[in-house]
């Protein structure tokens, strides 16, 4: 009998009772035991999922239908991945699993069918994986997924303002998405914006604002290092005679010099398909010695005829 009643009291203390899933706390408590030194983190896939549009669903339909929107993603990723991960809702509409021994392809199905299942039943999300193997710090693979996340909703709410403003009015609502990386991109971008990019000359990491699908496999492939990702844009996509022009960029302490100064790195080439391009860099907001954040923008100057 008492036992019975401490697995009670421990299944109320760490289930959601929303959803049935772990709760804030089973989270924390996990954190807990991968911040530990001799933590076996090995082999650990994070995916961070987050429900589009549930303050529009709540305004327009009342928060019974945004609880709704929020029990049927739990529930989808239960059915799909329940009996292999562990689920965690850890705020309103947010949720965090671990994965353990999946792989890459194994997981990119599992989310597109949890994707696709959820947009039958109405609603849809945004979602962002991390493999442990880019990291040995837990905190910081986490970090990583979060922010893929973030990435993966400004596309989706990119490409719905595209369909619902015909007349070329792109302008997304900053509460949609991060505030701050939402700054940062507007404050560079440019008409016929081609790419735009966060890369960070600390450790060669980028966050996608807007990737043609083309250098979105480029990084794939280079596991996500901007400058290898470059290198190959410049040698598929940039026409030869451009090509020493093009190896300054290569040299983050070299555009750090010209930012310091008070320069825009930038330059106009010509891609081989015959279109004239520009590709220019700035800092962003915060950047600073201990947090070098730049935002590397590409558009099209000049198509081709």
Do not use: C
């Not at 408590?29 to 987050?50: F, Q, W």
């Not at 719905?160 to 971008?189: P, R, Y």
């Not at 966050?207 to 290092?225: A, C, D, H, Q, W």
Request: hydrophobic content about 35%.
């Amino acid at each position: 009998m008492k036992n019975k009643m401490t697995e009670k009291l421990f299944e109320l203390a760490y289930t959601d009772s929303m959803t049935e899933v772990q709760n804030r706390n089973a989270y924390e408590e996990r954190l807990k035991k991968l911040r530990k030194p001799n933590a076996n983190i090995s082999r650990i896939t994070v995916i961070v999922v987050d429900v589009n549009g549930l303050k529009e669903i709540n305004d327009s339909y009342g928060h019974f239908s945004g609880d709704d929107a929020i029990k049927t993603v739990a529930k989808t990723l239960r059915d799909t991945i329940g009996l292999k991960a562990d689920i965690y809702r850890i705020g309103g509409d947010e949720f965090v699993v671990f994965t353990f021994g999946e792989s890459e392809k194994q997981i990119e199905d599992d989310i597109e069918s949890i994707k696709n299942d959820i947009e039958k039943q109405g609603y849809s999300i945004s979602y962002g994986v991390s493999f442990s193997e880019v990291s040995t710090n837990a905190e910081r693979f986490i970090k990583q997924a979060e922010r893929n996340m973030l990435d993966n909703k400004y596309s989706y709410y990119h490409k719905k303002s595209v369909e619902n403003n015909k007349d070329g009015d792109w302008t997304i609502s900053k509460a949609h998405i991060n505030e701050h990386d939402m700054d940062t991109f507007l404050s560079a971008v440019a008409p016929k914006f081609t790419g735009g990019y966060i890369v960070n000359f600390d450790d060669d990491t980028v966050r996608v604002i807007y990737v043609p699908e083309f250098f979105k496999s480029m990084l794939k492939i280079t596991n996500g290092k901007f400058k290898e990702a470059l290198r190959m844009y410049l040698n598929e996509k940039v026409d030869s005679k451009y090509h020493r022009n093009y190896e300054p960029f290569f040299d983050y302490e070299w555009i750090e010099r010209q930012i310091q100064e008070g320069n825009i790195p930038e330059i106009e080439f010509e891609r081989t398909n015959g279109e004239l391009a520009k590709m220019h860099i700035i800092k962003a907001p915060d950047y600073s010695e201990n947090h070098r954040e730049t935002v590397w923008i590409f558009e099209t100057i000049k198509e081709v005829e």
